[in-house]
């Protein structure tokens, strides 16, 4: 059975999204923060998968959709995270993180089904990180010292991926929301809808954006 796996952090003020403080104050980026973890489960929710988890850093809030099974993170750095999230986990699914609302359930399904053809998908993120990654078989060596967090991530995750001998699909690239400057290419397409309503009711986008 496949499975999504949301790496996620519970939208608390001044622990989330900090890098929108400024122009926001620690409550708007932390609603922002809520808005699209929210998009990103609709998402999540709408696949086909068998199994849909929150590897979650922190405790369940009202934004959490009945069908998710929530995994507490362990404690450590961010690749000693993943590695235990996709153990606990087991078998062939797909991970994505809360920075990509605009994701939809049609791009979780393809990351699943390319693992009919490949062992592995990789979707690189614009910034130079990674937002998705599919496995058929999790291993403990796929993330452990991958750099995370940096301008480079993203090549060294597909680098890691290489030295274990896995073919690749590559997933199409789409914009993290770091910071207010990635609200309008998050928003564009119209699938994130409570981050693109929300940062219009903050005056990030113009009153003329459809969501």
């Not at 403080?21 to 068998?50: K, N, Q, R, Y």
């Not at 993203?154 to 680098?159: D, E, K, L």
């Amino acid at each position: 059975m496949t499975h999504v796996i949301v790496m996620a952090k519970s939208p608390v003020p001044g622990q989330v999204k900090t890098r929108l403080c400024p122009p926001f104050s620690p409550a708007e980026a932390a609603a922002i923060a809520e808005a699209a973890l929210a998009d990103t489960l609709d998402a999540v929710a709408a696949c086909g998968a068998g199994r849909l988890i929150v590897a979650l850093d922190g405790a369940p809030g009202p934004w959490l959709p009945a069908g998710f099974h929530i995994v507490p993170q362990v404690a450590g750095p961010f690749d000693r995270r993943l590695t235990a999230a996709w153990a606990a986990a087991g078998g062939p699914g797909v991970q994505i993180g809360m920075d990509t609302p605009q994701v939809t359930a049609g791009l979780l399904d393809d990351a699943l089904s390319s693992l009919d053809a490949t062992p592995a998908a990789l979707g690189l993120a614009v910034d130079g990180g990674w937002w998705a990654i599919a496995l058929r078989r999790p291993d403990a060596r796929m993330f452990v010292g991958v750099p995370m967090s940096t301008g480079g991530t993203g090549a060294a995750q597909r680098q890691r991926l290489d030295e274990l001998g896995l073919d690749v699909t590559s997933l199409p690239a789409l914009v993290d929301l770091d910071t207010i400057a990635d609200l309008p290419a998050v928003t564009e397409s119209g699938t994130a809808i409570r981050t693109a309503a929300l940062a219009r009711t903050l005056g990030v986008l113009p009153l003329s954006v459809t969501v």
